[in-house]
């Protein structure tokens, strides 16, 4: 079966001064099975994603097939530039087309999103009509939801009520929620939540060791992160592994600006390095990830600093930004360190060496493990890091291959023949799970209004 599905981020931080991109493009179906049923039934489903930073979009026919594979899509981003340099771009490469276009508030922007969806010169759709569903990913579900569900006023005010808990990611959900209500009222939605895939965590993983009436009154616990990714990355490296997800002990791995590591026994989630918030766990571009809880009082009573401020520290200042005092970005930390830059090589090494803990911990978790699985911008992408995360790791039966992990390409195994543990690189497809699980749950409830 195949759908086509739009995702859209939003930053909570949007004014005039926003800039739009639209990019679109169209892919091979993956499999006959995928164009024999596209022969007879088209289900095009609206994916939509607002962040703290950007707006993105995604719309694509995705199989169900096993394969896990897009059969067509169309991209878009809005990123706020500021007032003087706004813009609104459309296209890929040589076809790409910038205009300025200056957006009052999000529904402005939602509207000339669509309006290129429509009345672009390669507009991949000629009506709003022929979206029949609109999926959005969202950061925080908390105690509430186990896995994906359909947007109703319910679930709309949870959302909002979690939002201390991801203050950037679910505000601006909400706002992609109500944008597309107002744009497309009759098109059912579904909310995709980061932090379902860990639900399945036990108590003695999910459980801080703080008096249990914090539990009990604020639902205090781990609730994890990146969950769409990591689900998505251990169903592929099944595939890629050729063997049941069921039989795998796996560790996977999303390292990017985000950071986050996730233990998966059997295809079951059994721990995660993010915490109650995004902010635990590894060192991250600007996060500063676990830390001695006492550092907090102890710098907001020597810097004199709010409860807001000292967040504020941990969240946008910290991580590889706050070590090498050059970038968040690591390439840029890298090329530092690489100059001679002390700061730079000692964020270079805590980042590695951050990820190296979380392997060690998660093996003794599950007893083991089968693959060691890497996604994200860092993960995927950088040979450097990925060669100081597995150094040393022999004794413990992981071997990196350096030639395969020099090459480049989609997924692949980077690990050495003689790895009794296999490392593979999957390249994340958030989008595909939430048109995904867009497509399920409104068929869904299809099938039960019609019974």
């Known amino acids: 079966m195949r759908k086509r599905s739009l995702r859209v981020r939003f930053s909570s931080r949007m004014n005039s001064g926003t800039a739009c991109r639209i990019r679109t493009a169209r892919t091979s179906a993956v499999c006959s099975a995928c164009l024999q049923f596209t022969k007879t039934k088209r289900c095009r489903r609206l994916a939509v994603e607002r962040s703290g930073h950007q707006c993105r979009l995604v719309l694509s026919e995705v199989s169900t097939c096993p394969r896990r594979k897009s059969c067509c899509h169309c991209e878009g981003h809005l990123r706020a ?53 609109i999926g959005h990913r969202i950061v925080q579900g908390g105690k509430y939801f186990d896995k994906s569900v359909l947007i109703d006023d319910d679930v709309i005010e949870k959302i909002d009520e979690l939002a201390e808990l991801a203050p950037l990611h679910n505000k601006a959900a909400l706002m992609g929620i109500r944008a597309c209500q107002k744009h497309m009222p009759n098109i059912p939605m579904v909310a995709v939540f980061d932090t379902s895939f860990f639900q399945t965590l036990p108590p003695k993983a999910y459980m801080y060791p703080l008096p249990y009436e914090y539990y009990e009154k604020y639902a205090i ?104 005092g050059v970038s968040n970005d690591l390439r840029s930390v890298r090329d530092a360190s690489e100059g001679g830059n002390e700061r730079a090589q000692l964020a270079y090494d805590m980042y590695s060496n951050s990820v190296k803990k979380y392997i060690g911990a998660y093996i003794a978790v599950m007893g083991g493990v089968d693959a060691i699985v890497l996604t994200a911008g860092v993960g995927e992408n950088c040979e450097k890091m990925r060669r100081m995360i597995f150094a040393g790791l022999q004794p413990l039966g992981i071997i990196l291959d350096e030639e395969k992990n020099r090459q480049r390409g989609f997924e692949r195994e980077i690990s050495a023949d003689n790895s009794a543990v296999k490392i593979v690189i999957i390249p994340t497809n958030e989008e595909y799970m939430i048109a995904l699980d867009t497509f399920r749950i409104v068929e869904e409830s299809e099938i039960d209004r019609d019974i």
């Open 81 to 133: 530039r500021g007032p003087a340099n706004a813009f609104h771009k459309h296209g890929i490469d040589e076809n790409e087309v910038v205009i300025d276009a200056q957006m009052a508030d999000h529904d402005a922007a939602m509207a000339l999103v669509l309006d290129s969806l429509i009345n672009s010169d390669d507009a991949p759709i000629k009506s709003l009509d022929e979206i029949d569903a």
């Open 221 to 324: 616990r781990k609730y994890g992160a990146h969950g769409t990714s990591h689900r998505y990355i251990s169903e592929r490296a099944a595939v890629v592994l050729d063997e049941p997800l069921e039989d795998l002990k796996l560790i996977t791995c999303h390292l990017g600006n985000g950071c986050s590591m996730s233990a998966i026994d059997h295809g079951v989630a059994v721990d995660t390095s993010m915490g109650l918030t995004p902010l635990d766990g590894l060192m991250m571009g600007t996060r500063c990830g676990a830390i001695d809880p006492a550092i907090v009082p102890f710098l907001m009573e020597h810097e004199n600093l709010t409860t807001s401020e000292v967040n504020d520290v941990m969240n946008k200042k910290s991580g590889l930004l706050g070590i090498s």
